[in-house]
């Protein structure tokens, strides 16, 4: 969300950012903000100036009571203003009235205005524009079939998509035996990896208050991924980066505290509404699964340096695994609103000889930090937000269908590479079950 101060003295440069990002139907709620702004205030200077005025009226009307017990002409003044005092206070209630209605219809509409892209995020509607930067390993095509994922895990007896679809319907999975054991060894790895790097690990809440949903994503992503429980102000979390960010909410950190740096795990739920709709068969795309997740809270200053080092992190610990990785800049129209800058990590697929997201890494600026009204006290003292960072470590089972594929052997077995070995029991082969 951006400061309405800005929105005010800069307009136009408000209007080309919703232009950059492809979404002309906002530019109305720019204009419709500044005017709102502008009864707001008058709101306030108005109610001010009846709550000075009545401060003043009743010293006088308690001078004029004092003075009618020698003057009893003074009490009918007395009475005179306190019928204007009446006055006054009806007219204050309404304004107080007023200005609550427009402080929420202000906030409705700044809410949906987009974040200001940073000046390097390449311009265009869809993710069709992303572009491919850089790449990190040899995309290998074996010279045998490389099955499903689906069928490929069933060769180990690792999964059971029927007895879940009798369950809990589509989009859920049962992990079993080696496979299971490998989706755990992945995540505990990837805790390990950034436990080196620094960061602290976390388990949060599974579950967040609406107020916390409202500061971490936008309207729209809210409604396409959020599951509500039923009778109470409580959201199932789509990521760990919603509860871990929610941790901040109206804190002041300390500035010698910052960075904040963290690494959470969590199942997460998602809806996943739209066209792509549920691969049934599949677990590339589905309701429930884990994460292992990156969180920076730093100053402003420190962020983009921040940005570069996360996702370098992902394309580190992807390359120990045997797994080649792309990444690709997210262009304007595919960032979410609340996005500065954001890039995507790419696994290859061999059998889809193709590369596919298993990593995202957002900067948000201080829209987070905006919203939860988290801060910290620059070296002269000053109030300043915070910027706000997350990437994904790990996200299995789909971060499983790039490691079973990249390190599948020609006689059906799979290669541990040695990094997960400790994680494995030592076990360096994963030999299928039929």
Not at 156 to 173: E, K, L, P, W
Not at 174 to 190: N, Q, T
Request: proline share 5%.
């Amino acid at each position: 969300m951006l400061d309405i101060k800005f929105v005010r003295e800069n307009p136009d440069i408000v209007k080309e950012n919703i232009k950059k990002k492809f979404q002309d139907q906002k530019l109305p709620l720019v204009d419709e903000v500044i005017e709102l702004d502008a009864k707001r205030r008058a709101a306030i200077v108005e109610a001010d100036q009846l709550r000075a005025a009545r401060n003043s009226l009743s010293k006088k009307i308690g001078m004029l009571m004092g003075q009618a017990k020698k003057d009893p002409s003074k009490l009918e003044e007395a009475e005179a203003v306190k019928k204007e005092v009446a006055e006054d206070a009806q007219r204050l209630a309404d304004l107080e009235k007023l200005e609550s209605e427009l402080d929420a219809e202000l906030h409705k509409r700044m809410l949906v205005i987009p974040q200001i892209i940073d000046e390097s995020v390449p311009l265009g509607p869809d993710d069709s524009c992303n572009v491919e930067v850089q790449r990190f390993g040899e995309p290998v095509v074996p010279d045998f079939p490389i099955p499903y994922h689906v069928d490929l895990m069933e060769r180990f007896d690792g999964i059971d998509m029927d007895a879940a679809g009798r369950v809990s319907g589509n989009g859920f999975y049962y992990l079993l035996g080696d496979i299971a054991r490998l989706h755990e060894a992945v995540l505990a790895y990837g805790r390990d990896f950034m436990i080196g790097k620094g960061f602290t690990y976390c388990i949060p809440p599974f579950m967040i208050h609406g107020n916390v949903v409202e500061g971490v994503m936008s309207q729209t992503d809210m409604d396409g991924m959020m599951y509500k429980i039923e009778g109470e102000d409580l959201y199932l979390i789509g990521t760990s980066e919603h509860s871990m960010i929610g941790r901040f909410i109206d804190q002041i950190i300390p500035g010698e505290k910052l960075p904040q740096t963290l690494t959470s795990y969590s199942p997460c739920f998602r809806k996943e509404k739209g066209a792509h709709g549920i691969e049934e068969r599949g677990v590339y795309r589905i309701h429930q699964f884990e994460k292992q997740e990156m969180i920076v809270v730093c100053k402003p200053e420190e962020s983009k340096d921040w940005y570069e080092k996360l996702w370098q992190y992902s394309v580190e610990l992807f390359r120990s695994m045997d797994i080649p990785v792309r990444q690709l800049e997210c262009c304007s129209g595919d960032l979410a609103d609340l996005k500065v800058k954001s890039c995507d990590i790419e696994a290859w697929s061999p059998r889809q000889q193709k590369y596919f997201e298993v990593c995202s890494c957002s900067n948000l600026g201080d829209a987070q930090a905006r919203r939860l009204r988290i801060r910290y006290k620059d070296e002269n003292g000053k109030m300043q937000l915070c910027h706000t960072l997350n990437n994904t470590c790990v996200a299995p089972p789909r971060m499983l269908i790039a490691f079973l594929e990249n390190n599948l052997q020609a006689d059906g077995t799979v290669k541990i590479p040695e990094v997960l070995w400790p994680y494995m029991g030592g076990t360096k082969v994963l030999v299928p079950k039929k």
